[in-house]
Every structure is written in structure tokens, then in C-alpha cells.
């Protein structure tokens, strides 16, 4: 199903910094607890992230990533998701996070 020009312009992606991660041994998958810093106009989210295959946690603290931050909220058991940690889903279903090359501003919009 193809998406309209107006439709994807609705998604809004940032980049963000990883400023904090905690086990989430409440999910049914494993997954970690990110709060994520994208700058002053979003600011601070939290998002649950099925990425423990391939990162451990020191390895995520202060690492920039990107997400939609406009999707509503999703309630995961306990924790409540504010934005969508976007990353390229691998066959056996490990997650390879999306990430700029280079230190950029928080909260830059992905276009």
C-alpha cells in the first residue's frame, strides 16, 4: 500500500542522544527502557526497544539515534512508550538501530 507525499511528511522523525537504559524484564520480548534526549522543542522521551540482541547497555548511553516522535503514545505493560526508536529489522529479528554518521544536534528532523 503506497503511501501519499502529504501522508509521510506527517511522520515526524528526530534525531535524539540516549541518556539513560534500563532492563525492562517486564516485557514479553526482550527489550530495554530508553529515555532519550531530543533537545529543546521535543525534549525528553522514553521508548521500549527490542534491541538486546546486538547492544548492550553501556554500549547505547549517550549514543545518538533516530525516532518518530509523533506517534501516540503505546501503553507496554507498566512502561509508557512516547516515540518509535527506528532500526533495520535483521531475518532472526535482531534490530540494527538507524543512527547519523556524525555528532549532530539533538532533535534535528530527518527529511
Known sequence: MDLS????????????TII??????????????LTIDFG?????????????????KEDLLNRQIVAVVNFPKKQI??????????GAVGEEGDVILL???FKIENGLRIG
Do not use: H
Request: net charge neutral.
Open 5 to 16: 507525499w502529504n501522508e509521510f511528511e506527517r511522520t515526524d522523525m528526530r534525531v535524539g
Open 20 to 33: 539513560e537504559v534500563n532492563d525492562f524484564p517486564e516485557a514479553r520480548k526482550p527489550a530495554f527502557q
Open 40 to 56: 529543546t522543542e521535543i525534549g525528553i522521551r522514553k521508548s521500549s526497544a527490542q534491541i538486546t540482541k546486538r547492544y548492550q
Open 77 to 86: 505493560g507498566k512502561f509508557m512508550s512516547e516515540c518509535l526508536v527506528l
Open 99 to 101: 543512527a547519523p554518521d
